[in-house]
């Protein structure tokens, strides 16, 4: 590269030190990328925002979740462009909302009224920590547990799963509201 003088320096960044022109070129810089780079950003952010969807939004009528095929392709059609620069909370609201006259998508949670039996509670447990909010833990004098969790609806049939994989269906599940 050319190197500028310092009159050049002082007139764009105010200063002539170094390190301080790399900060400001670094906070304030635009990051040229190739058009392969910039695909692949793009579609890495396109995989999280249907993933984000899918396990948060559910169809109104069924009360389940889409599919990520179904919405990957009403991304398509609603031609939804994404920002791989973007923070994926930042985007989701814009994405739905464009999303919506193609599928119709509702956020709601779920009440779950759990009870496990005490031979499973220590690797259920941490599956119900991890895959909602525990509103209420009641520990039985067995040892069993019975929890109240609330999850978003989407995310319904797979704490099911794996709770029934972990306590091999001796688990019970119902829905509160």
Do not use: C
């Amino acid at each position: 590269g050319s190197r500028e003088t310092n009159e050049k320096l002082n007139q764009v960044f105010k200063t002539t030190d170094p390190a301080k022109i790399a900060e400001i070129i670094m906070k304030k810089g635009e990051l040229n990328l190739t058009t392969e780079q910039r695909k692949k950003m793009t579609s890495e952010k396109r995989k999280q925002l249907v993933t984000f969807i899918a396990k948060t939004y559910v169809d109104p009528r069924s009360h389940l979740p889409h599919p990520p095929l179904r919405i990957e392709q009403a991304l398509d059609d609603g031609r939804v462009s994404i920002d791989p620069f973007k923070n994926i909370d930042e985007q989701v609201k814009e994405v739905v909302e464009k999303l919506r006259p193609i599928i119709p998508l509702k956020s709601e949670n779920v009440i779950l009224e759990i009870s496990v039996p005490a031979q499973f509670v220590a690797q259920s447990y941490t599956v119900l920590k991890s895959t909602g909010t525990l509103k209420k833990e009641d520990w039985q004098t067995n040892g069993s547990l019975k929890a109240i969790l609330e999850i978003p609806a989407a995310a319904r049939p797979h704490v099911i799963d794996r709770l029934g994989s972990i306590t091999k269906g001796t688990a019970t599940v119902e829905v509160v509201k």
